[in-house]
């Protein structure tokens, strides 16, 4: 018998779907919180190899938490195919489309896929993108100076 966790709020990506203007700041903690789940993965010596937010799933109070490990292994660096059937190519990092190699650093890849797919930016037609851009400010502050980002800094730097 396997005893799951309940994840009343179904998937990041059904999520993400049914909420187009999802605020910037939830993005930002559904990322801290999978970033915390990478974190907890590489530090256990796991290779998921499906980093994806239809496999990310939310959890009672919006905690993102991942989940689907039918393609991982565990107690590896790394992991070397011959074929790559069934592998969802638009996640999947140089080294592994080239090679065939999966580590932790592939997973990295996918979860920046991720959260670059979760983004509004990514979420917009191309048409919206280039009306964004020119009703942009020349004097767009810097990513150091992005207020979510810092945030996160802060929150992850050791006491």
Not at 21 to 36: G, I, M, N, S
Not at 55 to 83: H, P, Q, W, Y
């Amino acid at each position: 018998m396997i005893v799951l966790e309940l994840a009343p709020g179904g998937s990041m990506r059904s999520y993400l779907k049914n909420h187009p203007d999802a605020p910037v700041d939830k993005l930002t903690c559904f990322t801290k919180d999978a970033c915390r789940g990478m974190c907890y993965l590489s530090g256990h010596k796991v290779i998921h190899r499906d980093i994806a937010a239809r496999n990310c799933l939310m959890g009672r109070n919006e905690e993102i938490k991942i989940s689907d490990f039918g393609l991982s292994v565990a107690n590896t660096d790394l992991l070397r195919l011959d074929k790559l059937k069934n592998m969802p190519i638009k996640w999947l990092a140089p080294e592994t489309l080239k090679k065939g190699e999966f580590s932790t650093k592939s997973d990295v890849w996918s979860f920046g896929v991720m959260i670059w797919r979760s983004s509004p930016t990514a979420r917009r037609t191309l048409s919206q993108a280039k009306r964004t851009l020119k009703r942009r400010p020349r004097s767009c502050p810097g990513i150091h100076q992005c207020q979510p980002l810092q945030e996160l800094r802060a929150s992850s730097a050791p006491a």
